[in-house]
């Protein structure tokens, strides 16, 4: 039998394919927790799971204008904004440096709140430029992270902003029932996920997101409103961005103007590790909480193999490089 | 020398389902203008294409200046002197007319350093000998279509070709630019130039051509000298078929007046106007004409893809203004569109979800929070049943489906949306001939069950079999009707081909 053969070993290669960027991180944590045995210490987890989580959020923003054939260069600089306004109204008020020593403890759901809806009007801006200006993508939110940036320096004078409350800090570094892997952060980027994966497979506003992406001009044919969906789309991510700063300067304890910088090509590397087609139409949740996590165990695996920071980098972008190349073949198999 | 420059013999090509030539000759004499003539789907461009390169003859070789060659790509064409002015121009929009005519051959000082002055003068030259008085480095983009096509010629010019193919190179051109495209043609000639003509337009044939060769379901009917022939033979020889029992049986009956649109008209000058017809109920109306001839055009003006500047549709009794398809779709109008990749299908969405796009907004549920996809399982379903769409499963990605199930998944997607008024643009296109067959039983069914059909075909044929009345189009204006005993190719052809003349209000237009 030997067709039969064949055909079985032809299955495994193609799950071997289809699932090597999992199968390459499962290996590779193996390799560095034997070689580095406090590398599955739950001290490590909880420490992955809360890198993981801001960076999670982030890419989910990013990945519904990828999915949609665009892209978001000014979720970075959105984090950080958002960052930057959450620890300017949330210092404590013994605090010497405070920004505002005038305005007094203001409820920590109240600022969340302002945060979303600021950060979000940046996402609806985006969305109407793009959908009825019709400037590419690309270049709509790369001018749209230089004003982002702008009016964080304008905001801040550059100044670094510390002395954070406990109670938002808590946010950060407190647990489900103190058992020390359930961080908050985890529970929220878990939530933030289930959002979006209901979002984008059960309702209609998720399927026209894939139908732009996938033919838009087929789209337009059949009905759907594109300029719509679209702004709902930057909107959301806009949404997303806010709770990921917020969440990033309570991290942090701490922030400044640089916060957030770079990320949106972290989570744009990210989400295409994880298979979202940057060709638009295709992406899952799932694969982007791989990709993302990909990214961050690696970071933390070269910690603990001791490698120079300064490298790390290179290291990073050759994964980012390897990952993609090897989906890519797994399309190209199947022409 | 022989007395022919060019012999094509015995050329055959098949492309997926299709035979587009098949054992194909053709002799071409220097210094002759040799008409190639044919319905649209005979086979002249595909032949044509082989000539240039452009696909390779599965069978068959070609004769050059007596020596058989073999011809591996345009470049290799252009190489041996054989140049080919296509119907849709391939302009570089951005760069200048210099650049358009030496692209790919560009005068060098040193290699790899391209000589401009030279280029400029050389460029200046031929665009002389075609009256073309613009400066070499202006931009492409900045020429009038026209323009563009004399550019297209000058370049065939400048390669020194000893042959060169013109696929309908008045499509474009306004009578008074016919006419100078005429006197270039004559002067080639008697430079010795062997020129390919390609066109429907009878009485340029007639005119120009100094032998027409005529081509009928991708085989070669004949070649006679020019003067010998009449239009009314030519179109004999080009239709001239016996009807198969190709079509269902139809069991329709038209009622009432659905849909009724008055003189609809583009904003773009050139395209279509003063469009008006009526459909009724349970009718399938064909609609005809020659490439070119805006039949597309106008039903995506219809439909609120293309702007138009004056006109109305009434779909029963109420009057609507069409600015965008979701207008066209609450007026229970459907549209298939003629280019199945570029606005049919979303090829990386699996066959389920291209059923559902349209019509997701009747299946929400919980205050339209979330899609009930119990419901929509069960339309998907039951459209694959009732289109019988061959797919493994309503999860496969419909790229991977034939030409034929692809087109009955976008049919069904619209079938979802309950529409009355379908308009179908080339539903067969691309199809092979059993599908073809479910795709008329399709359209056959719908029309039996009330709902009115819109169909173009550039299949003439088709046409006849299928529609109860044909609406014939003609660069832009409907030139008829026919019915009954008139629905003949014969008929058809002469209101396809009747050109306005006297083109001199669309001439002052274009300038």
Redesign the interface.
């Known amino acids: 039998m030997p067709k039969q053969n064949e055909s079985s070993k032809d299955a495994v290669l193609n799950f071997l394919m289809n699932n090597a960027v999992i199968i390459l991180l499962v290996a590779a944590s193996i390799a560095v927790g034997i070689m580095r045995p406090t590398f599955f210490s739950v001290y490590n987890a909880k420490n992955l799971i809360s890198n993981t989580a801001v960076r999670f959020i982030i890419a989910l923003g990013v990945s519904g204008c990828l999915i949609s054939k665009g892209t978001d260069l000014s979720a970075g600089r959105a984090v950080g904004l958002a960052a930057c306004l959450a620890a300017t109204f949330l210092q404590r008020a013994d605090y010497t440096g405070k920004v505002y020593p005038n305005i007094g403890d203001i409820n920590i759901a109240v600022v969340l709140l302002g945060i979303i809806v600021v950060i979000t009007i940046f996402g609806v801006f985006n969305g109407i430029i793009i959908a009825y200006l019709k400037v590419p993508p690309f270049i709509t939110t790369l001018g749209t992270q230089t004003i982002i940036y702008g009016i964080c320096l304008v905001f801040t004078g550059a100044q670094p902003i510390g002395g954070l409350r406990a109670d938002y800090t808590d946010i950060a570094s407190g647990s489900i029932f103190g058992v020390t892997y359930l961080p908050y952060l985890g529970l929220i980027a878990a939530i933030c996920g289930f959002i979006m994966w209901?979002t984008y497979n059960?309702?209609?506003h998720g399927?026209?997101m894939?139908?732009i992406?996938?033919?838009e001009?087929?789209?337009?044919?059949?009905?759907?409103?594109t300029k719509a969906t679209k702004i709902i789309i930057y909107a959301t991510a806009g949404l997303l961005y806010g709770i990921a700063g917020f969440l990033l300067g309570a991290k942090a304890g701490g922030t400044s103007v640089n916060a957030g910088f770079g990320y949106e090509l972290e989570a744009i590397a990210g989400c295409t590790i994880g298979g979202v087609?940057t060709?638009?139409?295709?992406g899952r949740i799932s694969g982007i909480l791989v990709g993302v996590l990909v990214f961050e165990l690696l970071k933390i695996a070269m910690v603990f193999m001791g490698v120079e920071p300064s490298y790390t980098y290179i290291v990073q972008g050759l994964v980012i490089v390897t990952a993609v190349a090897i989906d890519m073949r797994k399309y190209a198999a199947k022409k | 020398m022989s007395e022919f420059i060019l012999e094509l013999r015995g050329i055959s090509k098949s492309f997926p389902g299709v035979k587009a030539l098949d054992d194909v000759s053709l002799k071409l004499r220097p210094g002759t203008v040799h008409a190639l003539m044919g319905e649209n789907g005979a086979g002249k461009s595909t032949l044509m294409k082989c000539l240039f390169g452009v696909y390779n003859m599965d069978k068959g070789e070609v004769v050059y200046n007596g020596e058989a060659v073999k011809i591996a790509n345009p470049f290799d064409a252009l190489r041996r002197g054989i140049a080919m002015v296509h119907q849709e121009l391939q302009p570089i929009l951005e760069r200048s007319i210099a650049e358009n005519i030496f692209c790919g051959r560009y005068p060098a000082i040193l290699p790899g350093i391209v000589n401009h002055a030279k280029m400029n003068s050389d460029t200046k030259e031929v665009l002389e000998r075609v009256g073309l008085a613009h400066d070499p480095e202006c931009k492409l983009s900045q020429l009038s279509v026209s323009q563009m096509q004399l550019v297209e010629i000058a370049k065939a010019i400048s390669v020194g070709a000893k042959i060169v193919i013109m696929d309908e190179p008045t499509s474009s051109l306004t009578m008074g630019e016919v006419e100078k495209l005429f006197s270039i043609i004559r002067k080639l000639r008697s430079e010795g130039v062997a020129i390919i003509y390609i066109s429907h337009k009878m009485d340029e044939i007639l005119r120009i051509s100094d032998e027409v060769s005529i081509m009928r379901d991708g085989r070669h009917i004949g070649t006679h000298p020019a003067e010998e022939l009449t239009t009314d033979m030519i179109i004999t020889k080009m239709v001239g078929r016996q009807m198969a029992n190709l079509y269902p049986k139809k069991s329709n009956v038209p009622g009432d007046i659905v849909l009724e649109v008055t003189n609809y008209t583009s904003i773009n000058p050139r395209s279509f106007r003063n469009v008006s017809f009526a459909l009724r109920r349970g009718e399938i109306l064909g609609v005809s004409g020659l490439v070119g001839a805006q039949r597309t055009e106008l039903m995506e003006g219809i439909?609120g893809?293309r702007g138009t500047l004056s006109g109305t549709i009434t779909y029963q009794g109420r009057t609507f203004k069409c600015s965008?398809?979701?207008d066209?779709?609450s007026h229970q109008l459907a549209?298939l569109?003629e280019d199945r990749r570029?606005?049919?299908?979303?090829?990386?969405?699996s066959v389920a979800?291209n059923v559902?796009?349209?019509s997701?907004?009747q299946?929400?549920m919980f205050m339209?929070?979330?899609?009930d996809?119990k419901r929509i399982n069960e339309l998907v379903h039951s459209n694959i049943q009732k289109l019988s769409i061959k797919t493994p499963s309503p999860q496969t990605l419909i790229q991977s489906l034939s030409g034929g199930n692809q087109q009955k998944v976008i049919v069904s997607?619209w079938l979802a949306n309950d529409p009355d008024v379908f308009i179908m643009d080339e539903p067969t296109r691309g199809i092979d001939v059993g599908a073809k067959y479910e795709i008329y039983t399709i359209i056959a069914d719908l029309a039996a069950s009330g709902k009115s059909i819109i169909m173009i075909s550039s299949e003439m044929q088709e046409l006849i079999g299928m529609a109860d009345r044909i609406m014939v189009m003609c660069d832009g204006r409907v030139t008829g009707f026919v019915e009954g005993s008139d629905m003949n190719e014969e008929k058809i052809m002469e209101l396809a081909t009747r050109f306005e003349s006297g083109m001199g209000g669309l001439d002052a237009k274009a300038e």
């Open positions: 209901f059960k309702t209609s399927k026209y894939y139908a992406g996938g033919n001009s087929a789209a337009e044919v059949s009905g759907i409103n087609s060709n638009g139409g295709v | 439909f893809l965008r398809p979701k066209a779709i549209l569109t570029q606005t049919g299908i979303f090829g990386v969405l979800d559902a796009v349209a997701l907004n299946y929400k339209g929070l979330m899609l996809f997607r």
